[in-house]
């Protein structure tokens, strides 16, 4: 037997353990975070009308997504609310699964938009608000002819 053939055999059965022995480290479990939509408009709502739109989160990842809140963020105005969860509960949300979260618009004034911050185990996800307010114009009503040219 020479020298180069069992250096050739050497190699394979070396090759071969290392083949057998050797399995890869899994992918770590992680969560990964969607909402949808991407940005919630509410249209065109009068003053005063309420109007609701459903946002939901799904968690697209392998392991649970720890949910902290989910509202408006602090310079958004407080005509928008979140319900079907209290702001600062804790929520998992499973691999896999989603959370629908009911968005509430009752405008007091002028058109507005603001964000809404979902917050969770990977950080805050922001998601734009936007609505065209109508109906917003008082009109002052005058008793009589007057001059208001001056």
């Known amino acids: 037997m020479s020298i180069i053939g069992t250096t050739r055999r050497a190699l394979a059965l070396a090759a071969a353990l290392a083949v057998v022995g050797c399995k890869p480290e899994p992918e770590p479990k992680k969560p ?19 109007v609701t739109r459903t946002l939901t989160v799904t968690n697209t990842g392998t392991a649970p997504l720890d949910l902290t809140s989910v509202g408006p963020s602090l310079t958004t105005s407080d005509d928008y609310s979140v319900a079907a969860l209290d702001a600062g509960a804790m929520t998992a949300i ?6 629908e979260f009911e968005l509430r618009y009752r405008p007091s004034g002028v058109a507005q938009g603001g964000t809404l911050a979902v917050e969770s185990s990977l950080g805050t996800t922001q998601v734009p608000l936007t609505a065209t307010v109508v109906g917003t114009s008082e009109l002052a009503l005058l ?8």
């Open 32 to 50: 990964a975070i969607s909402v949808s939509p991407a940005t919630v408009d509410f249209g065109s709502p009068r003053k005063g009308e309420l």
């Open 94 to 99: 499973p691999a896999g699964a989603s959370l």
């Open 143 to 150: 008793d009589g002819p007057e001059d208001i040219s001056t």
